[in-house]
Nanobody, 117 residues
Framework: QLQASGGGLVQAGGSLRLSCAAS????????MGWYRQAPGKQRELVAL???????NYADSVRGRFTISRGSVRNLVSLQMDSLKVEDTAVYYC?????????????WGQGTLVTVSS
C-alpha cells in the first residue's frame, strides 16, 4: 500500500531524503506524510501535506524539513536538512483517506534514520 525508500546513516548537520509511493487502497488519499518513532517514545507527527498542497510540520522540524508531493499525486517526499542527533528514529510513511465516512490511516513499513554526532 505504501512503499517507503531512503533513510540511512548521516552525520549531524547532513541531509537525507525519504520518498513514499502509494498504491492500492492507499491511492487518492486526502493527505500523506511522515511520522517517526524514537526508541522508548511514542510515534509522533513529522510532516503532512494535503491534496491541496497545504502542509503541517512538527515544531521540532519546521524550517529544516520540507515535505512535497511529486508530479504524480501518490508520491510524497521528505527532504531533511540540518539533521540533529535527536532526529534519529524509524520514520513511517502515512496516508489518510476517508473510507465510508471514516478517517482511515495507511502505514508504510518504516525506514530507519540514524544521525550520528
Amino acid at each position: 500500500q505504501l512503499q517507503a525508500s531512503g533513510g540511512g546513516l548521516v552525520q549531524a548537520g547532513g541531509s537525507l531524503r525519504l520518498s513514499c509511493a502509494a498504491s492500492g487502497s492507499a491511492l487518492d488519499s486526502t493527505a500523506m506524510g511522515w511520522y517517526r518513532q524514537a526508541p522508548g517514545k511514542q510515534r509522533e507527527l513529522v510532516a503532512l501535506i494535503g491534496s491541496g498542497g497545504g502542509t503541517n510540520y512538527a515544531d521540532s522540524v519546521r524550517g529544516r524539513f520540507t515535505i512535497s508531493r511529486g508530479s504524480v499525486r501518490n508520491l510524497v517526499s521528505l527532504q531533511m536538512d540540518s539533521l540533529k542527533v535527536e532526529d534519529t528514529a524509524v520514520y513511517y510513511c502515512n496516508a489518510k483517506k476517508i473510507v465510508l465516512g471514516t478517517l482511515t490511516n495507511y502505514w508504510g513499513q518504516g525506514t530507519l534514520v540514524t544521525v550520528s554526532s
